[in-house]
């Protein structure tokens, strides 16, 4: 737990601008993701076929696309960002395994290994000075 805030303070006091726009660009893209996938269920029905023989294909159908909205609005705001990279990290993970169990897309495995990065350095960073997470730490 010590680790966890001295990680933190570190963070706060090495926070800048382009960062917290960097959370933010992920977070909309995250949140866009989810919304293009609610509107075309059957290509993200087509996306994880390949895991689908493996079962849980239902329960995948109902996690990715929420994740990514709720997810994405958190990070957004700075709102348990640690918390909702988590729940990102998953799908992501499986976004990478996707592309080389079924069809091979070098664009969205390109894509999917940048996001996964991004994901990571944040969920190790922080969410940053400008976010609802130090706002709400302040006040304590």
């Known amino acids: 737990m010590e680790n966890v805030k ?5 963070a706060n006091a090495h926070s800048y601008l ?3 726009l960097l959370r933010i660009a992920l977070g909309v893209f995250l949140f866009m993701k989810g919304i293009f996938f609610v509107t075309n269920i059957q ?3 087509d996306l994880i076929s390949p895991i689908d023989k493996f079962g849980g294909g239902m329960f ?3 996690y990715i696309a929420p994740a990514h909205m709720i ?7 700075g709102l348990l960002t640690r918390w909702a990279i988590g729940a990102q990290l998953p799908i992501l993970l ?4 996707v592309n080389f169990m079924g069809e091979m897309h070098s664009q969205n495995l390109l894509l999917a290994i940048c ?4 994901c990571l350095f944040f969920f190790f960073y922080g969410s940053g000075k400008h976010s609802a997470d130090y706002y709400f730490k302040m006040q304590q």
Do not use: C, E, Q, R
């Open 6 to 10: 001295n990680l933190n303070k570190w």
């Open 43 to 45: 290509y993200l029905h």
């Open 18 to 20: 382009p960062l917290d």
């Open 71 to 77: 997810g994405g609005i958190m990070i957004v705001f």
């Open 115 to 118: 996001i996964f990065i991004i």
């Open 60 to 62: 995948l159908l109902h």
């Open 94 to 97: 499986g976004a990478i395994l």
